[in-house]
């Protein structure tokens, strides 16, 4: 039985080497084809993998050096400096270290426990610095998504907005494409605001905020441009596919029931419909028809969907 603090080392070779066998601090398996070594070293059964110098590495040590790469575990290269082709080996196996196999069997062990510490430690240290600038990537794309959102409703906000807008009008005037635009209001806030309170008119918000992500397809985007302000940003949508979408999202808030009190509160949104180019050639100029045609859907009697004429 090996002692429970030896090293397991794995050696790949096509006979057992004698010099290994009874190696101080260590227990030592041969194995002779490389599926076999790869296999255990995916199954963490080495604490090192040996590979003998006989006379060069062909194909089968290369293999074993691709699995101990991916691991922490070090690979080890044995040669013995009397062989031909012993330096060629060398060269041509990336190992973590090289151990002289002539050497006294107590100094081939000291070199070798020392050498899979050190390469243990070093790969140690990279995958924690890898990790570190993973995680720290990370946030900062969370950071940037955060400052792109609004808080409350879970849409972009008004910066974002203008950002897309501009870059997807540029797109399509390059390219001859087309994209809807909805401005949408949630009627009645301010007056809810005002007599029953701003708790209830931020949970309504997130509602209708909820609402409106659930009805956006894959390359939509929404946006909550103002207090109870919305943008929604179709590309490649034309009047037809916009003012569809606009019902499917005057419908979704409608059936909304936000508890309050014994009455549940039913919200209500009114949108106005525009898109390019039918409605101008500007981004300026289709925002302000769909904020024209939701003035007419407010005057209407709120709770309505208006996309006016082609000017």
């Given amino acids: 039985m090996p002692a429970r603090d030896d090293l397991r080392l794995l050696v790949l070779g096509a006979a057992e080497e004698p010099r290994l066998q009874g190696l101080p601090g260590f227990s030592v398996r041969t194995v002779r084809a490389a599926r076999e070594a790869v296999q255990r070293i995916a199954g963490g059964d080495a604490d090192c993998i040996g590979v003998v110098c006989q006379p060069w590495p062909g194909s089968d040590s290369l293999r074993v050096q691709h699995a101990s790469e991916e691991t922490t575990i070090p690979l080890v290269l044995f040669v013995d400096p009397r062989r031909e082709g012993a330096a060629e080996a060398v060269s041509l196996l990336g190992a973590d270290a090289v151990v002289d196999l002539s050497w006294p069997p107590a100094l081939l062990a000291q070199a070798l426990r020392a050498s899979v510490q050190r390469v243990q430690t070093g790969r ?40 897309a807008l501009a870059q997807e009008h540029a797109r399509c005037e390059r390219h001859g494409r087309s994209y809807g635009l909805l401005s949408a209001d949630l009627d009645n806030l301010q007056h809810l605001n005002a007599t029953r309170g701003q708790e209830l008119g931020s949970r309504l918000l997130g509602e209708v905020g909820g609402a409106i992500r659930s009805e956006l397809g894959p390359r939509h985007q929404g946006f909550r441009v103002g207090g109870d302000e919305f943008m929604i940003l179709m590309p490649e949508a034309d009047t037809t596919a916009a003012l569809a979408l606009a019902h499917r999202l005057r419908e979704r808030v409608s059936g909304l029931r936000v508890p309050e009190g014994a009455e549940p509160v039913r919200p209500s949104l009114s949108l106005g419909v525009a898109s390019y180019p039918a409605h101008g050639r500007t981004s300026g100029d289709v925002v302000a028809h769909a904020d024209r045609a939701l003035l007419r859907a407010k005057a209407r009697g709120k709770n309505q969907v208006d996309a006016g004429a082609v000017p």
């Fill in 124 to 163: 140690v240290v990279v995958d924690i610095q890898r990790q570190v600038l993973h995680v720290a990537a990370g946030q900062v794309v969370q950071l940037e998504s955060n400052a792109l959102r609004d808080e409350l409703t879970g849409l972009y906000n008004v910066r974002h907005f203008r950002q």
